[in-house]
Nanobody, 123 residues
Framework: QVQLLESGGGLVQTGASLRLSCAVS????????VGWFRQAPEKERELVAA????????HYSDSVKGRFTISRDNARNAFYLQMTSLKPEDTAVYYC????????????????RGPGTQVTVSS
């Protein structure tokens, strides 16, 4: 059973940076696609970043392109979301997710998801 656990969320001011981490346990995830979703109150869930198993494919939503970077460290069983130039509209619960099918499109319906971490950006 694969388990994901996010860390690194918090309260920051506009323009700040945060790095979210997702620790993966239970199985070698090196062939999985990984990604980050977010959901704000009364808004739909948004896939903000995704990375294919061999780094061969990457996706960023238009709302975060140029500001967020997804990366993975298979040796450490972890992946990350580096967020810069944060804005109040980035405020949401952020979830990490993984799919056994190692392509970016599989993150539309991930096999595994973490419990989430709150990111709040004050103006």
């Amino acid at each position: 059973q694969v388990q994901l656990l996010e860390s690194g969320g918090g309260l920051v001011q506009t323009g700040a940076s945060l790095r979210l981490s997702c620790a993966v346990s239970g199985r070698d995830f090196s062939t999985y696609a990984v990604g980050w979703f977010r959901q704000a109150p009364e808004k739909e869930r948004e896939l903000v970043a995704a990375l294919a198993w061999a780094g061969s494919g990457v996706h960023y939503s238009d709302s975060v392109k140029g500001r967020f970077t997804i990366s993975r460290d298979n040796a450490r069983n972890a992946f990350y979301l580096q967020m810069t130039s944060l804005k109040p509209e980035d405020t949401a619960v952020y979830y990490c997710a993984a799919s056994r099918l190692g392509v970016v499109r599989s993150l539309r319906s991930p096999d595994y998801r973490g419990p989430g971490t709150q990111v709040t950006v004050s103006s």
